[in-house]
Structures are given as C-alpha cells and as structure tokens.
C-alpha cells in the first residue's frame, strides 16, 4: 500500500508541470483573494486577518491527521487555482512536502511555520535536522506564524495592507488575552501534578510554556509507532506517580490511551481520561472550538480542571461547549 501511494505522489509530481501549464494564474480581480491554507489552523489565522477581502479553503478539517494526509485531485485543482497557498512546513504535512516544493515553482506558496527563529524551535525527536512542528500549541509562537499570514497575503494583495495590518493586530491582542488566561489557569494546577500524558508528542512546547511535563505514547509523528514496551513503560509511571488523568487526542485513534486506563487499573490504580484535547486539528467547524483561540481555549481550561486545578467550566470567554 506504501509503495503504491508513493508511486501515485510521483506520478502526480512528473504530469503536474503540464497540468499547470493548463491551468492559467488566477486572474486579477476585485474580488476576494482566494488562498487555500493545509490546516483549519493556518486557515483560521488567514480568516482572521484577511476578513472580507479573502475566500479561504482548508483542506483538512475537523479530526484531519496532517501527519498522514495526502493531497486529493480536488486538493491539487484547488491549489493550482488559488492566489495564495498556506501551509505550515517543519514537516508537519510530511507526505505533501515534495508536491508544495514542486507548485512553489510555479503558484504563490508560503510555508508559514517556516518563519519562526531557530532557536524558538524544539528538535524532532525523529527526523535529524528537523524540527517539532506543534508550534501553535504556544499562543506565544503561533503569534509569529499569525504575523507571516498577514505579511503573505499583504504580498499577495498590496492594496489590502491597511485592513491586514488593522485585522492581525486585534487577532494578535486577543491571542495575547489567551496567553495570559493559560498561564493563569494553569498555574492552579498543583506542581506535583503537572504532567500531561497525551497520544502523540504534539504538546511539548505547551509543556515548555507552562511548565509541565508531556509524555506521548508515539512521537511527534503520529507516524511513529506505540510499541508495547513504551505503553507498559507508561502504565508503570501512572502507578508510580499515582496519575488519576490522561488525555485522547481529536484528530488519534483513543486505542492506546484506553490500554493505558486498563493497565493501569489491573495494577491498582484509577486513571480517568481527563477530555478530548484538540492536538492537530481544531474542533467542528463553525463552532468557538473551531477557532484557534476556542481550541486553546479549550484544551487550556479541560488540562486545568482535570488535574485540579482552577478553571472556568466554559472556560475564558464563556463560550466553551457545555461539557467540552
């Protein structure tokens, strides 16, 4: 199976300079900007700071893994259509990195994740060279990426300049906001229980931000596997370290935090799934949680109140899904 989709991304890759060669450049217009953004993430980011004057498509949605995800034939015409193509790079959208580099060529194309300092950035704990792509799980960073989305479509469409600019700085004030409420919420939690055991490695710069430690069956792909050494190795910390909660990913199988609670159970110790935290992929669409603030927001408020610490039950604005 492997090996036939690797041969489908190449041979998409050897007719893709012919296809677009058939497919003309947007033309200028008064219309929207259409831009078309890999994650609900970047797409929301663009959303917030294009307002009106931009037409925004995300190819993945609500429970969409970016690690595993591969471009569709509508994913390709949409992009090859589009004034401006967001992705976010550090090898987040792994399987689509040969087919951005290839449309780079010949269509606007951003990675913007790319933009953020070096030494801002965690090391991959697989790939050298590479690094851990989770960066809006720090409102802080994500804030960069949010200035790189404004300056792009401020490339893509000079004359919006004064309402991008106007529109990320209110979206750069609210993302402040949402800072300020999880260091504030989190640091109820008390420090003995300030560890975070999730699916996948998405969390360690929230870990880095507020101070917890985050430990993840898999790695930082969720194209690593969960070995059952590492699922034991884990059962023996929640018994250990007494853990009463651990966390289930929107967007990852709930399989293996569920043999975590089992096998914990066998050897005395009750451990609860704590909620639902939004890892790679925002909540419903149209929905508060839809939203990056509403994701943080909610992943922030469910860490809090399930490791006993203070939180609002709808959480910063009051606008949390009863029961989220």
């Known amino acids: 199976m492997v090996n036939r989709l690797r041969r489908l991304t190449l041979a998409v890759l050897a007719v893709l300079p012919a296809a677009m060669a058939l497919v003309p450049p947007p033309a200028r217009a008064e219309g929207p900007l259409k831009v078309v953004a890999t994650t609900g993430m970047i797409a929301d980011a663009a959303r917030q700071v294009g307002g009106d004057l931009v037409e925004v498509r995300a190819l993945m949605g609500p ?101 991008f600019r106007a529109n990320a700085g209110k979206h750069l004030e609210e993302i402040a906001g949402l800072s300020a409420y999880a260091k504030q919420v989190l640091a109820t939690v008390p420090q003995e229980s300030r560890v975070l055991v999730t699916a996948h490695d998405a969390f360690n710069y929230f870990g880095r931000a507020y101070g917890y430690e985050v430990l993840g069956i898999q790695g930082i792909s969720t194209e690593s596997e969960a070995g059952l050494n590492r699922v034991a190795e884990l059962v023996d910390l929640l018994v250990q370290r007494r853990i009463g909660a651990v966390f289930v990913e929107s967007s990852v199988s709930d399989r293996n935090m569920r043999a975590l609670v089992e096998g914990a159970a066998a050897k005395g110790q009750e451990v609860e799934i704590g909620g639902q935290l939004f890892s790679d992929a925002m909540g419903p669409n149209g929905s508060y949680e839809g939203t990056y603030v509403g994701m943080i927001d909610h992943n922030v408020t469910t860490i809090a109140r399930a490791l006993g610490g203070q939180a609002p039950e709808r959480g910063m604005q009051g606008r949390l899904a009863a029961g989220s």
């Open 63 to 163: 429970g969409v893994d970016p690690h595993a995800y591969r471009q569709t034939r509508t994913d390709i015409l949409a992009m090859m259509q589009a004034d401006l193509v967001l992705w976010h790079g550090l090898y987040l959208e792994a399987q689509m990195e040969d087919f951005m580099h290839a449309l780079a060529d010949r269509r606007p194309v951003v990675a913007v994740a790319e933009a953020l300092p070096r030494e801002v950035l965690l090391a991959h704990d697989t790939y050298n060279n590479k690094f851990d792509p989770h960066v809006w799980m720090d409102p802080d960073l994500w804030s960069g990426v949010v200035e790189r989305v404004r300056d792009a479509l401020i490339e893509a469409r000079p004359e919006g300049e004064r309402a």
